[in-house]
């Protein structure tokens, strides 16, 4: 037989038991959407994760010593006296000086963390509003809407701030010079410095909504607060080190953790975020394979119903040349269409589906995380679950078509 | 391949076919049967239900296998043919036409009679359908060809029966009681086109248990318990 012979019978086969064919496809359409629907919200989750990530240098590194207390809710340990000497929990000007000098070729810089205390944004002619500042280091891939990453004196905005300042859009923005109030030490007044805007950047969950080079901060800080530029102590240290590979930051990290030392980079913390996605993902999945497996039992049946109704025809056409492998073929096919119509309906579906998640998500639960697209369905998912519904349709299938390929055609073709 | 110049197109060497061994008891279906059908000659088999006629069709169909004895179609051993050449023989020089018919109730009569073709995968889906309907003309029963085949009368299913087994332009016909299961006024019509057909040059063996019918071949093999009787 032809192979588009074999289709359109196999297709048309399919037609003979209408009721039986209408249910099996059912089955196959609600596992399948189940299937579409938790890899859309897991695309959905992914996407968001992925928007908001602390968008950080690889090449900065946050250390801290492994034997640092770090209080545990709910517990609480006897204090010693010996901690206020001990050296094993807290960067001194010593560990800075040691870093520098054991790795000269890895760390180009050390930094302690600079934090800006913000009283507000403003601009000449228009409101003050309230701020928060965070660092941002120059080879950071955080993604713009315009401009670029700020350099000394500039500062780079999140579109949020857009509107207020009266900028027309992120364009406009980019090369203003915008008011920035910092706290002095005591928080008692405030000194006003002035920065050009460098970038736009897109709303984010995770990251601050202005952000200025480590040289802009540590300069703000030597005049508002200058005791915080070099402590004496610090909980934490960054580092920047040189262009390296997976496998020496391996290396440099071990190194590290015999010393004491624990390194994380923004894209170590990333990952854990990913990992959750996945772990949620997962578990999604898991449930829809679950519905997809009863649609499994469903082709199961019909394949088998079908092949006891058709005795006689398999025995026919087994008589009148037909090989094994065409047997095998016929009903094959038969479960692949099953497969593949009721995929082609789960997609309607769940394209229709998207229209309805979105909206609604978005006036119930997630009113207040406006860029939390829910229900994500790309190209890619669809094509990806189509091949697993095709496998899952040819899986079912397997054994009830070996079984008719091996039916004796003197056996089915004998009157009773 | 050995390809003998035969007159004969079916050549039986004693042709044993046994059911059971082991534990169950031993049935002896045939017991050395040994004759030869020359190319366009019509051979009746005849026997009694549970003789062994309906086995030595199937043996000689190719649809079972002999336990021993040798079987040779066209001077070729059939035990020595792959499953795709057996395959292809039954499809493309064989005709089948059954007591019951086994048409597919729910396709129309052209759909039934082109399934052959489609099985073979010969021909484009035009020439299947001309083939077709030259045949069902053949047996005058074009003007039923968009009927479904489960509406049709007894009659009309084996004549729709016999242009199924005669679209793919077989060397032999083989008929398991063609007629058993039709009135006198439409087994006269079927035999009338059977024999008609074998005028023209193809073999047909026909297997019944009606002495009338089987009369009219030019050669009867009688089977009683798997063992020829009389052989005319």
Known sequence: MKVNDIITTANNNLFRNKTRTILTTLAVVIGSVTLLVAESVGNGFEQYVANNLETGSSRIFRLTKKSADTYKYGEITKFKDSDKEDDTQVFRSSDVSYLKNTYPSIIKDVFYPQYLSLASISRNGYEKFTASSGVIFPDTSAKLISGQVPKFNQILISQEYIEPLGFINADDAVGKVVTLNAWDNNRKSSKEFSLIVSGVTHKSESTYPLQVSYETATYINQIVSPESVNPQASSYLQIYTSDLSKSEITEFKEKLSHAGIEASSYEDQNKQMFQIVDILRAIMLGVAAISLAVATFGIVNTVLMGILERTKEIGLIKALGGSKKLIFQLFTFESLCIGFWGYIISVILAIILGFIINPISHMTFLKDIEEFTLYVLTPLSIVKIFFVVMAVSFGASFFPSLKASKLDPIEALRSE | ?232
Do not use: W
């Open chain 2, 1 to 232: 391949m050995s390809n003998n110049k035969t007159d004969f197109i079916i050549e039986a060497k004693n042709i044993s076919r046994v059911y059971g061994g082991k534990d169950e008891e031993v049935c002896k279906a045939l017991d050395n049967v040994s004759f030869t059908v020359k190319k366009g000659e019509s051979v009746a088999i005849i026997g009694k239900s549970g003789s062994g006629k309906s086995t030595l069709m199937h043996i000689l169909a190719c649809l079972d296998k002999p336990s021993s004895g040798q079987l040779f179609i066209n001077g070729q051993e059939v035990s020595q043919m792959s499953p795709k050449e057996l395959e292809k023989l039954r499809g493309e020089s064989f005709g089948f036409v059954f007591q019951q018919f086994f048409l597919n109730p729910n396709d129309t009569v052209l759909e039934n009679v082109i399934l052959p073709l489609k099985i073979t995968g010969q021909d484009s889906k035009k020439i299947r359908e001309e083939k077709a309907i030259t045949m069902l003309k053949e047996v005058d029963i074009l003007s039923k060809k968009n009927n479904k085949s489960k509406n049709l009368s007894g009659g009309q299913k084996q004549r729709v029966c016999i242009a199924r087994a005669l679209v793919g332009n077989p060397q032999i016909i083989f008929a398991d009681e063609p007629t058993g299961n039709l009135d006198s006024t439409n087994g006269a019509m079927v035999e009338k086109i059977l024999f008609g057909l074998n005028k023209r040059g193809i073999t047909l063996i026909l297997v019944t248990h009606d002495i009338e019918l089987a009369s009219k071949c030019q050669k009867q093999i009688m089977i009683k318990d798997g063992k020829i009787v009389k052989s005319l």
